[in-house]
């Protein structure tokens, strides 16, 4: 039986030498088309408000979370299960602090 645990797209290791702005748009790009509507819809908002204010090392954190599967992400950003430890951080707290009933209407 095929897992449905897996992600649907390796995120490659951080770049130090990638300018910021290609960075900024490429995780707005990953948020946006995750391969889940509700991964899409979730952190695609997330990103469009948040990533051009967030700090470089805020940056990792959050890309760190986009390698995860998204039936997992989706899971922690609704608490409907709680986030590992290593991902339970400030981005993790925006993610989770957003009203996403105000997207859909």
Do not use: C
């Not at 991964?39 to 760190?64: K, T």
Request: aromatic share 6%; charged share 30%.
């Amino acid at each position: 039986m095929p897992s449905f645990d897996a992600p649907g797209f390796i995120e490659p290791a951080i770049d130090d030498s990638e300018s910021l702005v290609i960075r900024r748009k490429r995780l707005k790009f990953r948020s946006q088309h995750r391969g889940i509507k509700e991964a899409d819809i979730l952190l695609g908002h997330f990103a469009d408000r948040h990533v051009d204010g967030l700090s470089v090392p805020q940056l990792d954190r959050y890309e760190n979370l986009l390698r995860e599967p998204d039936l997992k992400i989706v899971a922690w950003i609704t608490k409907d299960a709680p986030a590992p430890e290593h991902l339970q951080n400030d981005v993790m707290d925006m993610l989770q602090a957003l009203d996403y009933l105000k997207i859909i209407t």
